[in-house]
């Protein structure tokens, strides 16, 4: 068996004097999907912002144990998150197109902000990002058009494009249709689909439904622990652990 | 349950309709005095023009309306507000924005609470003080530096204004850049942008609207500021974009006539009302520009 | 026992389901009971009245599918939750089925009975017994989560084949020793089929209460593996 792309060990984090995370245990293999499943206020958001390191943004962060990405440790002190961020995206809860750029220029964003854009690549790099996040063929005619004039649902495919424009290893998305309709919805879920494979997701969902629809693999956290995490089918079929049988059937406290 | 149909229809109450009598009154009171101001306004003006000819006053090139031989052209006393007006926003902007910058993106929140009020401060100053300020001290330091500033001169004058309107710019600006929701900025970080880059590409941009706003509001204020501009850019119409020599402002030029140099009735009296009209009328200008300049932007954003 | 429903409407309706698989249990127990009555008394009367009754059993099968597609469709369960809803629609079919091997079962006692055919019915009264006990045990297993209860069925399944296989031989020796006519022989042989039949789907039962508690299929297992 190859080495996970992600691996997860003795993972602890909280802020200030609380731990939010409890010795998480956690290997992903590449270009699986994994969903992160749990009650609100488990950790899954906190958790999901170790792998990218932006959990240490906000200010009494910590982070112990490791996390590593190929092996090597996000954690180690030779890591510049920022270089980091370029090979771990990540897509938020709500849409958030840059609002004073186009549609081109947000997908280019990334390039644009690490100042590795160059010349003349504008075009093809949009192109290739946009199809990709299955959004060209509705914007093609308009992409000097303010991103923000989008429907929901196709401006949180333009932040998936947005990041896939910067050619990640990994993508974290952080329950992306939570503001979204159902159609919107399937949309984003037949991307998830079409990215497996070529990319390693991990994706918070608080829809157990939309887990079991596009996940390889599910985990369940609860306040703070890893409870269980297994192949998809088998979680929402047998679940092992009592705790998650009572959450998945909504039997939860 | 009582399934005893409740009626949909009847009068409010008579308590509820006083209060909104009341307030549509108070509301009423300011539309009012807005409408006498701009009644009085238009009548003397219209007087005012029937002396003096509206041509000379667009197209003479000087003012001189307490002269035997009284010239009313506005112009002088326009480029006295612009000059000023102008040095105030060339110092306000810049530092205004940074300072909101450094407040909103840089600053601990425990530096912020401090130095937010400090700011503040500046905006609580008497304008008589900012003026003797200008014309006591920033003049005399600047005359060492500049050798042929004169004692009354734009320069002092827009410098000091500009530190006045700096606290409405920072405290404005601050408030744009920290409406700028969280979401973009951890979208940038997300891909992989360092601070900088992310303050300047994409924080700065999406508070625009904003931004502009605050310099809108600043220089609106500096259009208007009399005190200042009274006591130390001298009270002399040049037609003059120089801002090392004296200038009047329109402001100015108002406090001079009321103050008494003219007997009330006279064209020379009336001119303040022709001057007061024009200032509305520029105010009123820049504000409809600013305003356009920010739904665009808006709409971008 | 497994713990209260969050969505109270839910565990309603999971309740409802329990109830009409047990009523829909119950009325296809009580039909074969009467089925054999009416076969073993020589009782047409009776025979074509229980025969009748496969109606409401029909109806039953139907709310039940209905209820469980109407429940997948609006709580999307998960787990235990989604097995018991798919188990409680095969559930539905198999007593559906033994329903019309009662049904079956009262044609020949009718048809026996107009012949003037009075036994001996050796061994058929204690194959019913033992098929319906094996029903009402899997029942109790399926809604109890019981799979100790439900192994044990699945082992008195070759008890069924036993007698079964007696009752053939013992047909088969009346006939050829002339005792009996071969058509009412058959006939008597068929009513054992259908008992032994009943006894597979009270086993199907069993089998689908032991996927409903531990998701195993144990449908297609070996004997010895059970």
């Known amino acids: 068996m190859t080495a996970p792309r992600l691996h997860v060990h003795k993972l602890r984090a909280g802020f200030g004097g609380k731990e939010v995370l409890h010795d998480l245990e956690l290997e992903i293999a590449a270009g699986t999907v994994t969903a992160i499943i749990g009650p609100s206020g488990c950790g899954k958001s906190t958790f999901i912002r170790t792998l990218n390191r932006m959990h240490e943004l906000v200010g009494g962060a910590w982070v112990k144990g490791r996390v590593l990405l190929d092996e090597q440790d996000l954690y180690a002190s030779d890591v510049d998150p920022v270089l980091l961020r370029r090979r771990v995206g990540m897509v938020f809860q709500k849409p958030n197109p840059f609002p004073s750029m186009s549609i081109r220029d947000n997908v280019v964003a990334g390039l644009r902000l690490t100042g590795t854009l160059s010349r003349g690549q504008t075009e093809a790099i949009a192109e290739r990002a946009l199809r990709q996040a299955a959004l060209w063929d509705e914007v093609k005619d308009r992409l000097d058009d303010p991103g923000a004039a989008l429907s929901g649902g196709q401006q949180q495919r333009l932040c998936i494009a947005r990041a896939l424009a910067v050619d990640p290893q990994v993508l974290l998305m952080d329950e992306p249709c939570s503001a979204l309709d159902p159609i919107a919805t399937a949309r984003i879920e037949d991307l998830i689909h079409s990215l497996r494979g070529r990319y390693t997701i991990v994706l918070v969902t608080h829809s157990m439904q939309q887990a079991a629809r596009v996940s390889e693999r599910t985990a369940f956290l609860l306040r703070g622990e890893l409870v269980e995490v297994d192949d998809t089918r088998k979680i929402f079929t047998k679940p092992n652990d009592r705790r998650t049988e009572d959450y998945i059937t909504g039997r939860f406290g | 349950m009582s399934d005893s149909p409740r009626p949909l229809t009847g009068a409010p109450p008579l308590g509820e309709r006083l209060i909104e009598a009341a307030l549509a009154g108070c509301a009423a009171i300011s539309l009012l005095t807005s409408a006498a101001i701009v009644l009085v306004l238009a009548q003397e003006t219209f007087a005012f023009f029937h002396a003096v000819p509206i041509t000379s006053f667009l197209f003479d090139t000087e003012w001189t309306p307490l002269f035997e031989r009284a010239r009313f052209g506005i112009w002088p006393l326009v480029c006295g507000t612009a000059l000023t007006s102008a040095v105030a926003l060339l110092v306000a902007g810049p530092l205004g924005v940074l300072a909101a910058i450094y407040l909103a993106e840089f600053a601990t929140p425990r530096a912020r609470d401090r130095l937010k009020p400090m700011i503040e401060v500046l905006a609580g100053i008497p304008t008589l003080v900012y003026g003797y300020f200008a014309l006591r001290v920033v003049t005399p330091c600047l005359a060492l530096v500049i050798p042929d500033l004169q004692g009354f001169n734009a320069l002092s004058a827009g410098l000091v204004m500009g530190l006045m309107i700096l606290p409405t710019v920072c405290s404005l600006g601050e408030d744009a850049l920290h409406a700028v929701p969280q979401t973009l900025r951890e979208g940038a970080v997300a891909l992989g942008a360092g601070r900088l880059a992310t303050l300047f590409l994409i924080v700065v941009p999406a508070a625009r609207s904003g931004l502009l706003a605050a310099l809108t509001l600043g220089l609106s204020r500096a259009l208007g500021e009399t005190m200042i501009v009274a006591i130390a850019a001298g009270q002399q119409a040049h037609l003059t974009l120089d801002p090392r020599s004296p200038v009047e402002t329109m402001s100015a030029y108002i406090v001079q006539i009321s103050l008494g140099d003219a007997a009330a009735g006279t064209v020379a009296y009336r001119t303040i009302f022709a001057v007061g009209a024009a200032l509305f009328a520029l105010t009123f200008a820049t504000n409809a520009l600013a305003q356009r300049w920010i739904a665009a932007a808006r709409r971008v954003g | ?226």
């Open chain 3, 1 to 226: 026992m497994i713990s209260a429903h969050t969505d109270r409407a839910f565990e309603g309706e999971l309740r409802l389901l329990r109830e009409r698989l047990q009523r829909m249990a119950t009325r296809a127990d009580e039909m074969l009971a009467d089925a054999v009555r009416a076969l073993v008394q020589g009782d047409a009367e009776l025979a074509r009245q229980t025969a009748h009754r496969d109606r409401a059993v029909n109806q039953d099968e139907v709310d039940i599918d209905e209820q469980c597609l109407a429940m997948l469709a609006r709580w999307q369960p998960m787990a235990s939750d989604l097995r018991l809803i798919f188990a409680a629609s095969k559930l539905a079919s198999n007593l559906e089925q033994i329903s019309d091997l009662a049904v079956n079962i009262c044609e020949r006692a009718d048809e026996l009975a107009t012949g003037g055919f009075r036994g001996p019915y050796t061994f058929i009264p204690h194959m019913s017994e033992v098929g319906r006990e094996m029903l009402r045990d899997a029942m109790t297993a399926f809604l109890t989560a019981n799979t100790d209860l439900a192994q044990e069925v699945l082992t008195r399944d070759d008890e069924i084949d036993d007698l079964h296989h007696q009752v053939v031989s013992t047909q088969t020796e009346r006939i050829r020793a002339g005792d009996i006519d071969v058509r009412q022989g058959i006939a008597v042989q068929n009513v054992a089929r259908f008992l032994e039949n009943v006894a597979d789907h009270a086993t199907a039962i069993a089998e689908h209460a032991i996927f409903m508690v531990h998701a195993l299929d144990v449908r297609h297992a070996g004997k010895r593996e059970r």
